[in-house]
């Protein structure tokens, strides 16, 4: 079991960066591969990110390539998305995401936050 809070969301122009955090609590964080996806007003929930247990492997959806960067402290229980050339469609609720493999999320969810990029 783990439990998954996500912060870090906010208002931004376009153009601007913010970083997410998802804080897990559980002795087991570091043998979890964790995501994070979003999901937009009428639309279904998306892949965004993800990243091994070991960090040795980090998958992107084509739409962040080269924008977003996932990153994971293990000594923290902590996943990162570092989100940078922010765009009005990346306006979404994103949530972090626990025990998926590669692009497919896993069972365990944060509550969201919410992200909104003004143009």
């Known amino acids: 079991q783990v439990q998954l809070v996500d912060s870090g969301g906010g208002l931004v122009q376009a153009g601007g960066s913010l970083r997410l955090s998802c804080a897990a609590s559980g002795r087991t964080f570091s043998s979890y591969h964790m995501g994070w996806f979003r999901q937009a007003p009428g639309k279904e929930r998306e892949f965004v990110a993800a990243?091994?247990?070991?960090?040795?492997?980090?998958y992107y959806a084509d739409s962040v390539k080269g924008r977003f960067t996932i990153s994971r402290d293990n000594a923290k229980n902590t996943v990162y998305l570092r989100m940078t050339s922010l765009k009005p469609e990346d306006t979404a609720v994103y949530y972090c995401?626990?025990?998926?493999?590669?692009?497919?999320?896993?069972?365990?969810w944060g509550q969201g936050t919410q992200v909104t990029v003004s143009s």
């Open positions: 990243i091994s247990w070991s960090g040795s492997s980090e």
């Open positions: 995401n626990a025990d998926g493999v590669s692009t497919m999320p896993g069972a365990y």
